[in-house]
């Protein structure tokens, strides 16, 4: 495994902000994550994970071995309970993932596509969109315990997925490397079709009852329109999450902000559109230096150039202060910031 000195982070995460890694190794197997973790031991270094960095930013060069989980591998693994189970190695594309699976005809990952980054970092944040979260298809997963050197198994369960979350956040930040996924799909297309962009989306292309298929070329062209790729524009996708909040709260932004949409969630609290809440508060497209809210969709902050992670965030920050001000709503970040 190769080991890289004072190396540019760059174009290793989507935002593509300039920052060195003290240390920089790719791990493509077993073996050569366990030779990462124990390097950084002996140089007592902390090691960062990365997968495809589309869910980080760098504030600053990083006094650390940056590794990036790059194992490889995907492969059918039985069935359960009439289901099929496939396993992919953290480093496989998600995207990859998703288009492979359809076109072995197993089918509830489709509203998934197009997000960026690796199998590996899926869990992390429990991966959503269009209605979909990675926590209704994931069976279980592999982990390394940093700790113990061990191999775990987790199922879905043990995880504790949340809105955007799990317990690789929370009790498990930073302890475990993931190492591979197991995903549990159908043979029976069962489209979802809640969100309104997606429904217009197949309705104008006249499709009334859509193959899984179809309704991932919808999902790519949705997004295609409304987000920026990174290979264009840096962006992690969404900056800020949609916050839950107790009916009492919605109830309290409704009476300053009558049109404000809030969605119920299954507990009662109520989810809000940061993105809206953004947008009326006139950052939508604004743009500090190279730092910039998106003109498509205030919830991506931008990096026109050559933004620094401290500018993004100062810009952050001054977004979350006007959205606190005018509508009483704390907006947390999404991606991870080192
Ligand atoms: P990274 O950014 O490399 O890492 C993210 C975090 O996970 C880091 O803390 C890292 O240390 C940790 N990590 C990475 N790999 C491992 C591993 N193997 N084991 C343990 N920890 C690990 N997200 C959504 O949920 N829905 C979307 O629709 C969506 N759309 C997006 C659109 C765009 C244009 C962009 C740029 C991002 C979008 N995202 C979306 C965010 C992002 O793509 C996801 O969070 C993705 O899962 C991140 O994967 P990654 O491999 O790039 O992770
Ligand atoms: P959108 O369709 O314009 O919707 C705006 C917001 O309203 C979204 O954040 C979404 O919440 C919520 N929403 C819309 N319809 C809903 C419904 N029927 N039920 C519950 N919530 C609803 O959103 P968008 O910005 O174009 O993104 C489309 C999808 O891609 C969303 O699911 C979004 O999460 C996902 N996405 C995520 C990222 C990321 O980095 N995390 C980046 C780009 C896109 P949810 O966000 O909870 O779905």
Known sequence: MQVLENHSLKALHTLGCEARARLFAEARTLDELRAGLALGRERGLPVVLLGGGSNVLFRADLEALVLKVALDGLEPAGEEGGQALVRAAAGVGWDALVEDCLRRGLHGLENLSGIPGTAGAAPVQNIGAYGVELAERLHSLEALDRHSG???????????????????????????????????????????????????????????????????????????????????????????????????????????????????????RVKLAAGWL????????????????????????????QARGQELLALADEIRAGVAARYGVRLELEPRVY
């Open 150 to 268: 061990e191999l775990r198994r987790l199922t879905a369960r043990e995880c504790h997925f949340g809105y955007r979350d799990s317990i690789f956040k929370r009790a498990l930040r930073d302890r475990l490397v993931i190492c591979a996924v197991t995903l549990r799909l159908s043979r029976a297309p069962a489209p979802r079709l809640e969100y309104a962009a997606l429904r217009d989306e197949l309705q104008a292309r006249g499709l009334a009852r859509p193959t899984p298929a179809q309704v991932r070329d919808a999902v790519l062209a949705v997004r295609a329109r409304k987000l920026p790729d990174p290979a264009v524009l840096g962006n992690a996708g969404s900056f800020f999450q949609n916050p839950i909040v107790a009916p009492a709260a919605f109830a309290a932004l409704r009476a300053v902000a009558p049109d404000a949409p809030g969605y119920p969630e299954p507990d009662g």
């Open 278 to 305: 953004i947008e009326r508060c006139g950052f939508k497209g604004a743009r500090r230096g190279d730092a910039g809210v998106h003109s498509g969709q205030a919830l991506v902050l931008v990096n026109h150039g």
